[in-house]
């Protein structure tokens, strides 16, 4: 029987401390390609050399190590904003026998992070009203994908991941 999931993914865009971090980092690689630019002028007469070569490699690779800083800086960040989405749902996900609050994870893939609750009755338990106990409730994982609290939460993760 094929398993049914239920997620949420997760794209925040726009936030001040999130577009300052990013543009700190685009300004770094930015002054790596000036410094490609010197590096090129400078060789201009002799481009073919070792020593043009040599110092064009060292630019390239500080540009791939600082593109790859940022990548993961990202990555861990919404990594790090879904765990937070994760926390808050689990306290209004229904438990029984805590086997639907277990299946509750964060997955990540280049671009976007997932929370997911993976049980066969994820889906239904989400959709439809029953009479949960101890403020567990249906929409468990919606309501506070949509909560402002909740999304500060995540917008202050992203913004602590992305201090680097």
């Not at 249906?138 to 949509?146: I, Q, R, S, T």
Request: net charge negative; glycine share 4%; charged share 25%.
């Amino acid at each position: 029987m094929a398993l049914r999931e239920i997620g949420a993914r997760l794209t925040l865009d726009g936030e001040k401390e999130f577009n300052s971090q990013m543009a700190a980092c685009n300004s770094e690689l930015k002054n790596l390609g000036s410094e490609m630019a010197v590096v090129t002028s400078e060789y201009a007469d002799n481009a073919k050399s070792t020593k043009a070569l040599k110092a064009q490699n060292e630019v390239l690779t500080k540009q791939i190590e600082q593109t790859k800083v940022k990548q993961e800086a990202l990555a861990q960040a919404a990594r790090d904003a879904a765990q937070a989405l994760l926390d808050e749902s689990a306290k209004q996900v229904p438990h029984d026998t805590g086997a639907l609050e277990l299946s509750g994870t964060v997955s990540s893939e280049p671009g976007h992070a997932v929370v997911s609750y993976d049980t066969p009755y994820a889906v239904r338990w989400h959709e439809t009203p029953a009479n949960f106990q101890r403020g567990r409730k249906m929409k468990y994982l919606e309501d506070p994908a949509n909560d402002a609290a909740v999304h500060q939460q995540m917008l202050d993760a992203l913004a602590r991941g992305l201090k680097f």
